[in-house]
């Protein structure tokens, strides 16, 4: 069966440093990947997917995240993190005929001034 | 705009009560899902369909019930078999059919549901 890891429950950071949130999968075959971020007491937002080819994704907000089959890793990154990046954010990979969606624990980011 | 629309945004439910959550799209999906969200847990899928008038449960089924009677709506049920109900409630559709490419699920602003 598929699963998600993120290994940090919570992490901290200053405004305006770079930022990384890892994510582990496993999965027979190549997996739909995906992040999605959620302010508190909303929904999910995409940020980013990964189906195939490059394995350099951009997605929406400056963040990006890199496709690493050797490591099973689809790790999340930004450059210059920002007040309003506050939120937790879940890596996902979808697998099955209806393309369910299996989720990480979550990785909640605080942001210093 | 198009969207997925689910209500109430918060709701109570007394011991022994069944309540229904509701979950509308106007996105043209075929697929819809519900999962449960619980502090540190991540999401758990519940239910999913990805036609009208058939479903499948989910990771943790047992306390819920579910229908499609129409492609636009898949409303949730909490019965009182669910002994611990309290979470957030959240909807979702995409596409979902393998002969279609694939599109990701788009997420309501769910409901969070206590127990008095």
């Known amino acids: 069966a598929q699963s998600v890891t993120q290994p940090d429950i919570h992490i901290t950071v200053s405004e305006g440093a770079s930022l990384e949130l890892r994510c582990n999968y496993s999965y027979g075959a190549t997996p739909y990947l995906f992040w999605y971020v959620q302010s508190p007491g909303q929904g999910l937002q995409l940020l980013l997917k990964y189906f195939s080819g490059d394995t350099l994704v951009q997605g929406i907000k400056g963040f990006e995240a890199e496709f690493k089959r050797s490591q099973s890793s689809f790790n999340l990154r930004k450059p210059s993190v920002h007040w309003s990046d506050a939120a937790e954010y879940f890596c996902a990979v979808a697998s099955g005929s209806a393309r369910q969606l299996t989720f990480g624990s979550g990785t909640q980011l605080t942001v210093l001034p | 705009d198009g969207g997925i629309t689910q209500s109430p945004k918060y709701l109570f439910r007394k011991e022994g009560q069944n309540v229904t959550l509701s979950c509308e799209q106007n996105l043209n999906h075929d697929a819809m899902y519900w999962y449960r969200q619980d502090p540190g847990q991540g999401l758990r899928l519940i239910y999913y369909?990805?036609?009208?008038?058939?479903?499948q449960k989910g990771d943790i089924a047992e306390g819920y019930s579910v229908s499609r009677e129409k492609k636009e709506s898949f409303p949730l049920t909490v019965t009182s078999a669910q002994k611990n109900p309290t979470a957030f409630y959240l909807c979702?559709?995409?596409?979902?059919?393998?002969?279609?490419?694939?599109?990701?699920?788009?997420f309501g602003d769910g409901t969070r549901l206590s127990i008095l």
């Open positions: 979702a559709s995409s596409i979902g059919r393998l002969d279609r490419a694939y599109q990701p699920q788009h």
């Open positions: 369909s990805q036609i009208v008038n058939d479903f």
